[in-house]
Nanobody, 118 residues
Framework: QVQLVESGGGLVQTGGSLRLSCAASGSIFSIRSMGWYRQAPGKQRELVANIIGGGMPNYVDSVKGRFTISRDNANNTMYLQMNSLKPEDTAVYYC????????????WGQGTQVIVSS
């Protein structure tokens, strides 16, 4: 199976920055896609950014120009650099990986809280 460990959340003031990390471990043959999602209180979970295969990153419009997703293939680690944070970015952030082990499955991290104070 695949385990995902997230880190990097916290409390930051408006305009500040945070960097989230998501490290995948387990019997991984390959990773098909990696992505970051977030869920604010009372709202549905939404896609923030993802990378599918070797393609270009995709971002939700609200974070374009402020967030950058990247991946370290050698270490099966994904990052989300978040700059110019706004109070509306406050949410629990989850990483999701579609990985090939003995089968192809999707896996979620435990979530990390990001709070942006005004």
């Amino acid at each position: 199976q695949v385990q995902l460990v997230e880190s990097g959340g916290g409390l930051v003031q408006t305009g500040g920055s945070l960097r989230l990390s998501c490290a995948a471990s387990g019997s991984i043959f390959s990773i098909r896609s990696m992505g970051w999602y977030r869920q604010a209180p009372g709202k549905q979970r939404e896609l923030v950014a993802n990378i599918i295969g070797g393609g270009m990153p995709n971002y939700v419009d609200s974070v374009k120009g402020r967030f950058t997703i990247s991946r370290d293939n050698a270490n099966n680690t994904m990052y989300l650099q978040m700059n110019s944070l706004k109070p509306e970015d406050t949410a629990v952030y989850y990483c999701k990986v579609v990985a090939v082990t003995t089968y192809t499955g999707q896996y979620w991290g435990q979530g990390t809280q990001v709070i942006v104070s005004s």
